[in-house]
């Protein structure tokens, strides 16, 4: 009896799936500091039917993913924002929305090193952002897709994408736009790409202001560049 019960629960461990660790947060108040570090594979801080939900004002956010297709979605309804995505391993989804409710001030930076990541990162779709500056560097040896849009009348981003695999197949695709009315030292984005295949579309609107210094180093790259006042 005992034998058949041991194999019983040896089978029921098999034949269970892994589970994600999920984390879901919703949280109203200031001065939020709030860190995640999540280490496996599947992790989940908020999905594209529950999104983390965070609102106030002067909040840092930061959140550390290791493992493959982890998953980040996130609602940010502050005046202030600090924040910091770090994300290794491959297949990871991240959709950030600072889009609405103030989000004035905007300090982010996102580092990914792996492959096949999917990011969208929005700000100020309906309130003008007055102040973001943005740092994003990804590592990859597959596809990537990066979507940054800022509203914002001083927007600052610097982007560094490597591709690390053989093939114009495996390229980037990145879209960025920044709108809002600039001047004085308004829109800036400094974009240096390496690797074969990227396709990238860029678009900055506003009154002046519009600086872009474009690096690219690799074959069959696909650019386009849009900037009007």
């Known amino acids: 009896m005992k034998t058949t019960i041991k194999t019983l629960l040896m089978w029921l461990a098999i034949a269970m799936p892994v589970m994600a660790n999920d984390i879901y947060v919703t949280q109203s108040g200031d001065n939020l500091d709030l860190d995640i570090t999540q280490d496996g594979q599947n992790n989940v801080a908020g999905n594209s039917t529950t999104a983390m939900s965070l609102t106030g004002s002067t909040m840092t956010f930061s959140i550390s993913q290791v493992g493959d297709s982890n998953v980040i979605e996130a609602i940010i309804n502050g005046s202030t924002y600090t924040g910091n995505i770090n994300l290794t391993g491959g297949s990871n989804t991240v959709d950030l929305d600072c889009a609405a409710n103030n989000c004035d001030t905007v300090s982010m930076s996102i580092d990914v090193t792996g492959s096949s990541a999917d990011i ?55 879209n960025y736009t920044q709108s809002g009315d600039g001047d004085i030292n308004g829109h800036s984005l ?40």
């Not at 007055?130 to 982007?159: K, P, Q, V």
């Open 190 to 229: 400094t974009h240096s790409h390496t690797g074969e295949g990227a396709t990238i579309d860029i678009s900055q609107s506003g009154v002046y202001d519009n600086k872009l210094v474009l690096t690219t180093s690799g074959d069959n790259a696909d650019i386009d560049i849009t900037q009007s006042d």
């Open 120 to 174: 969208t990162v929005d700000l100020g779709s309906t309130a003008d952002t007055s102040d973001y500056t943005g740092t994003i560097d990804i590592t990859s040896n597959n596809t990537e897709t990066f979507t940054l849009t800022a509203n914002a009348a001083a927007a600052d981003a610097d982007i560094d994408i490597t591709n690390t695999a053989l093939g114009s197949s495996l390229g980037n695709t990145s």
